[in-house]
């Protein structure tokens, strides 16, 4: 890729948060007396990008192997011993081995990235990260000539894990990416949220986040990451196939079997606030959209 991507809004420039939290009610405020129709509302912040409160991001989470209650990290993830941590880069690569995390750390980049994130189920936040380009960590174990795909893995720590007890998935969490899309410059690997360490529900000490792509994609925890010229399986898809496909583009016109997907409620939205309508590729379409050029989305889920 040629360019580093660039956030329109970086939070060293806007307001503090307890602005945002305030103009957020205000603008509710304004929906609420007619002032304003609720697309513009959605409009508005798109283009401002108001983060989610640090409550929001680190209560209201996605981590089955801590419970499949949207509760259930933030009671259990600190079970988790994060440190130290090793990350395994392996497979189609030129230096395979163990990554430390302190070794990663001190070699990547750390920037801040203020991104979209929707999950599968018709919820979105708007996420503060600070990470680096998961390209630049392929980079150095060096991508062998006919690599196709990267393949992820969560950890599996049934004593630390309270939710690998129980069979909801085929243990251990894992993920894919087709090369170009790991290489893309949107993709990072996160490793805080607002300026702090990741806190263990949302993935700590690193996790993926793939921001036009359904939040599964965004594997948590993560110990190993292989280049391989195969598909790799991904968690859900082998779950339920025909509901979770490998791509998993957030699409707005391609519903899921049980639900739509052309809106999604917004956490921490409020009575009024909480609806918007759902962005091709969730709004980085005209980053990404080259990606998948002749591809058809409905088939490509
Ligand atoms: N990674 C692992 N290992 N286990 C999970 O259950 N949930 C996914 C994704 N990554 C999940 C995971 C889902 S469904 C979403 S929406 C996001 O994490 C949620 O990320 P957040 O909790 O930081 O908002």
Redesign the pocket.
Known sequence: MAYRWKNTLTRADATPYEEYVNRRQLMGGAIGLGLVGAAGMARAEDEALVPNSWDD?TQ??????FGTGKGD?AKNAHMLTTEPWTVVIDGMVDAPGDYSMAQIMETMTIEERIYR?R???AWS?V?PWNGFELADLLNLAGVQGGAKYVAFE?ALRKDEMPGTRYPVIDWP?VEGLRLDEAMHPLTIMATGIYGKPIPN???APM?LVVPWK???K????IVRITLTDQEPPTAWNKALGHEYGFYSNVNPNVDHPRWSQATERVVGGGLFAGRQDTLMFNGYEDEVASLYEGMDLRENF
Do not use: A, D, H, W
Request: proline share 4%.
């Open positions: 991001i209201y989470n996605n981590f089955y192997e990290p994130l999950c599968v189920e936040m996420v969560t969490y529900q949302n993935g996790r359904y939040g599964f965004s594997i948590k925890s």
